[in-house]
């Protein structure tokens, strides 16, 4: 009934690995971008796992419908509350079941629903996802799901940005390729991670590789230096020039959070 994943084999119950359950009618879909390069050098090595789930499985008539058109009118249909609900079911119990819930990594794992209309997707909760033992996606197509089963399941709502995509599919793998990248193992140099935009509250200082000159541009003289204390200085100053001309909001809580650590350090002495 499930389970199109490359490592669908080994199934549930891999104590400690990150599972990403996920709930679509285009299962043909994965794992797509998940199954190349890092995410999918971690999916192969047993890093992260994945578990497809193909709604259509769940339907009962012999049209095999999933949605229906919405009460109330207007254009669109919705996907059943019923169908949703079964298929939902069925994998919170499949984990429950491999004892994949209280593993090593505590916990359920959360259940979101990709939707315009959800908290947006960031790098904290992108981390906070990774320190858990995983997530249960459900990605959307036509109006979106009936309201009713995002009530009786309690499900979270999650937004890639206010844009509105064709289907949920897309958000999942972006959703995932961000948190795997954050598994410990995935990427070579952890300090890698350390340095990126966002982990400091910053955006990510500019980069150059050779060559040294390139139409008529040349390396900031720094960067050939060598004097590390300098760089760093550098760096730091590009990333909050940057910060502060792209994003003003993002530099405001950078402010505020800078004044905070200071008025703490003040109070301590
Ligand atoms: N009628 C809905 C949009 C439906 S788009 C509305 O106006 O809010 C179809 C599906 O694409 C949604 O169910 C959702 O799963 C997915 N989707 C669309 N935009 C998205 C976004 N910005 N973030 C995450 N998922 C999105």
Redesign the pocket.
């Given at each position: 009934m499930t389970a199109k994943s490359p490592d669908s084999s080994s199934g549930y119950g891999r104590g400690g690995t990150w599972r990403a359950n996920v709930l679509t009618l285009l299962p043909e879909a994965f794992p797509g971008l998940l199954g190349l390069s890092l995410a999918g050098k971690a999916l192969k090595n047993g890093i992260w796992s994945l578990e497809v789930v193909d709604i259509r499985e769940f339907a009962r008539d012999k049209h095999r419908s999933v949605d229906d058109a919405g009460f109330g009118g207007g254009p669109?249909m919705v996907m059943r509350p019923d169908i949703l609900a079964a298929a939902i079911d069925h994998t919170v119990s499949a984990d429950r079941d491999a004892g994949c819930v209280d593993s090593a990594r505590e916990g359920e794992r959360p259940l979101i629903?990709?939707?315009?209309?959800?908290a947006r997707f960031d790098q904290a909760m992108a981390q906070e996802l990774a320190d858990g033992p995983g997530v249960t996606l459900i990605?959307?197509?036509?109006?979106?799901?009936d309201e009713r089963v995002i009530q009786a399941r309690a499900v979270r709502e999650?937004?890639?940005?206010?844009?509105?995509?064709?289907?949920?599919e897309t958000?999942a793998q972006a959703v995932v390729d961000a948190v795997v990248r954050l598994l410990p193992g995935v990427v070579g140099d952890p300090a890698t991670l350390q340095e990126e935009s966002f982990e400091s509250g910053l955006l990510e200082y500019p980069h150059y590789t050779r060559p040294q000159e390139w139409e008529g541009l040349r390396v900031p003289d720094i960067l050939l230096s060598g004097h590390h204390k300098e760089i760093e200085v550098w760096r730091q100053r590009q990333a909050e020039e940057l910060t502060r001309i792209r994003r003003p909001d993002l530099w405001q809580s950078y402010v505020d959070a800078q004044r905070k650590i200071k008025a703490q350090a003040q109070d301590e002495d």
């Open positions: 669109g629903y990709l939707s315009p209309r959800g990605c959307g197509r036509f109006e979106g799901v999650v937004s890639l940005g206010d844009f509105v995509l064709s289907g949920g958000a």
